[in-house]
């Protein structure tokens, strides 16, 4: 099953519901910079809230579409990183450094918001 | 004639007997800090307890139950009860060999067998309830600790604060980086603050476990700021060649509070109006 993409306005809209494995991973990667070139969006919002486990692979390729993301010009936000989540990672060591995270995704549409004004 | 009944029977000599080397012996110095009177009542029912035990075919009965849980709640230090099980020992043991002055060695042998047979059992009765206490208090006090060592407190819509008092090993930091987070997702928190000021030393481990549950914090979508360090924690830290720089620090709670305070776009503004007529009253002169 594909990841489905919502386009609102200039902003995209990506709720994961499904546990990632490697291949969903690199599609749903393919499938939104794909969407980010047709649709022009300037802003993308990846929320998390569902997702319980993360592995180190899944890690690079969600840090991997951020920087992908921003080189054609398009700010992404994590929204919803759950506990667990966010301490499996740095225990891993994957800090997501580069990556801006938002508590939830009206949180995540003002930060969004913010640094596209900053620019 | 059994041992139980032979013990029985010369109960009041094994008593006085008792009674006499308990109070020779070593179980005096504890009078430092009780009273005599009291030593000498708790003997008298030590020992009651014991024959009632003997009497008695079931062994822990309700009268070695009471006194255990009474002796227990006193903090009568367990050294009393083994050494006046030991001293029963030697005081039966002695009566029965008098009892039977033709006693060959196979009897002797016998006789302390049995007289065993019938004191250890009490001996580990009592030494079990001692036990079951430390090991009630030891988890009701690891509890307490528990929950006095990583709370979280919501101080205003967006800003909460952790304050760390004593210090920190991986266990403990694995339960603040738990309540932290899990604290951040139920409040709805953007700021943190940690505040270390009751650290007595951060050392690279504690900075570590530090600068992993600010890195957690972030990835969540909240912030969080290190507050309270003391000038000798900053000469700590730099000397060890920790890098904090990736959020920001404060010396003091206050100071970290308006920090949090300037991130979520928050004000605090006095409600004292003498202050606003004085300016009100300056600006009016000046425009005159």
């Known amino acids: 099953m594909r990841i489905p993409i919502l386009k609102l306005h200039d902003y995209l809209l990506v709720s994961i519901q499904v546990e990632l494995d490697d291949q969903s991973a690199m599609e749903f990667q393919e499938d939104l910079l794909k969407k980010i070139h047709n649709s022009g969006a300037t802003g993308v919002v990846i929320d998390l809230t569902s997702v319980e486990v993360i592995d180190s692979f899944i890690a690079k390729v969600l840090g991997d579409v951020v920087s992908m993301a921003d080189l054609m010009g398009a700010k992404v936000v994590f929204t919803g990183v759950q506990p667990a989540v966010s301490m499996t990672l740095i225990e891993l060591g994957i800090y997501l450094k580069e990556v801006p995270t938002a508590l939830d995704l009206e949180q995540g549409l003002i930060k969004l918001r913010q640094e596209l004004e900053e620019k | ?288």
Request: charged share 25%.
């Open chain 2, 1 to 288: 004639m059994s041992m139980k009944a032979q013990l029985i029977n010369n109960k009041q000599e094994i008593l006085e007997q008792w009674l006499e080397e308990v109070e020779n012996k070593e179980l005096m110095h504890y009078s430092k800090t009780i009273s005599e009177d009291l030593i000498g009542r708790t003997n008298n029912e030590l020992i009651d307890t014991i024959f009632i035990a003997l009497e008695n075919e079931t062994g822990a009965n309700d009268e070695l139950q009471q006194f255990a849980e009474k002796i227990v709640n006193l903090g009568w230090p367990i050294g009393y009860i083994t050494e006046g099980m030991q001293v029963f020992r030697s005081v039966s043991i002695k009566t029965i060999l008098e009892k039977n002055s033709d006693a060959n060695k196979d009897y002797f042998l016998n006789v302390m067998d049995e007289v065993n047979q019938i004191v250890d059992p009490i001996k580990t009765y009592l030494i079990n309830q001692y036990s079951t206490n430390w090991d009630n208090i030891v988890s009701l006090q690891k509890l307490a600790l528990e929950e006095l060592s990583a709370p979280l407190i919501p101080v205003m819509d967006d800003i909460t604060v952790m304050p760390l008092v004593g210090t920190i090993d991986t266990d403990r930091a694995k339960l603040i980086m738990e309540n932290l987070l899990s604290g951040i997702v139920k409040h709805r928190t953007d700021v943190v603050l940690i505040d270390i000021t009751g650290v007595p030393v951060v050392d690279t481990m504690v900075a570590h476990h530090i600068i992993q549950a600010a890195e957690a914090v972030r990835l969540l979508g909240a912030t969080c700021i290190l507050v309270g360090i003391r000038p000798e924690i900053a000469q700590t830290i730099v000397n060890l060649g920790i890098d904090l720089s990736n959020f920001p620090t404060k010396s003091s709670l206050s100071k970290g509070f308006q920090t949090a305070l300037q991130m979520t776009d928050k004000h605090i503004i006095s409600s004292n109006k003498d202050g606003q007529n004085l300016e009100q009253i300056m600006e009016a002169i000046e425009k005159e």
